[in-house]
């Protein structure tokens, strides 16, 4: 898979993809992560990516012209298969989603800043929009960092143990149950028997029943599903 990220802050990008498993998927070179700068596409005197909102109002909005030259770039040396805007009111993400991008090649993040995007890209040099929750950020690049690892851990080869993405939450519709690990009693606090069991069938079994309760209390919304 390959991500390319435009923003007008590239040092907002580099410790996300440095650092643990994602600097991990690639060194592995399962996935090639290229962040763009938007100034190197503006052609103005001060190579200012944004300006005056027309009708007015307050705050500045990201001109269309270095975003169009840096799109068009990018989809002259491949297809993409989605070209997508970190934006507020955008399909809120969820693990679904985050599966359905992990299936795919090449992807384009645009990170918007100030009051966002001149709408004529959104028109016609978007393909999707994706927003990380109902709240407003200063900037796409956290919520491009959001996506991105997301995507990244659910690629083949990258945790290092393939079925744990499949354990974690949202992937069978529940939550995932409580884990533990040595010591199995500490400050006279103790490990649920069941899991010093050894017995694997019981052990299942109540984590699926843990999965279910913590689901019915914390979000009952995706048993009605
Ligand atoms: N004026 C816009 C907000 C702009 S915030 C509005 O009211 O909708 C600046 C940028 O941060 C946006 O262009 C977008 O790229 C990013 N951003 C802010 N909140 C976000 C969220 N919840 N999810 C994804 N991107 C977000």
Redesign the pocket.
């Given at each position: 898979m390959r991500i390319d990220i435009i923003t007008v802050l590239p040092r907002l990008l580099e410790s996300p993809f440095n650092d643990s498993i994602l600097k991990r998927a690639q060194d592995k070179g399962l996935v090639t992560v290229k962040v763009h700068d938007l100034r190197e596409y503006a052609h103005n005197k001060h190579r200012s990516t944004d300006d005056y909102a027309f009708g007015g109002g307050a705050?500045m909005v990201?001109t269309i012209e270095p975003i169009h030259l840096c799109i068009q770039k990018l989809k002259e040396e491949r297809t993409y298969d989605e070209v997508i805007?970190?934006?507020?009111?955008?399909e809120m993400l969820t693990q679904s989603i985050s599966n359905q991008i992990s299936l795919q090649q090449n992807l384009i993040l645009?990170?918007?800043?100030?009051?966002?995007?001149d709408e004529r890209v959104r028109e016609h040099l978007i393909t999707r929009e994706?927003?990380?929750?109902?709240?407003?950020?200063?900037?796409?690049e956290l919520?491009a960092a959001v996506l991105a690892d997301s995507v990244i851990r659910l690629l083949p080869g990258v945790l290092s143990d393939e079925t744990s993405a499949l354990t974690d939450s949202f992937q069978d519709g529940l939550v995932a149950p409580p884990v533990y690990t040595r010591p199995a009693e500490y400050n006279g606090w103790k490990v649920p028997d069941v899991l010093l069991s050894g017995h694997s069938g019981k052990i299942e079994e109540w984590k699926h029943d843990q999965a279910l309760e913590r689901t019915r209390k914390r979000r009952p919304g995706l048993l009605k599903l």
């Open positions: 705050g990201m805007y970190m934006s507020p009111d955008g645009l990170c918007g800043h100030y009051k966002g995007v994706i927003s990380i929750g109902d709240y407003v950020l200063s900037g796409g919520a």
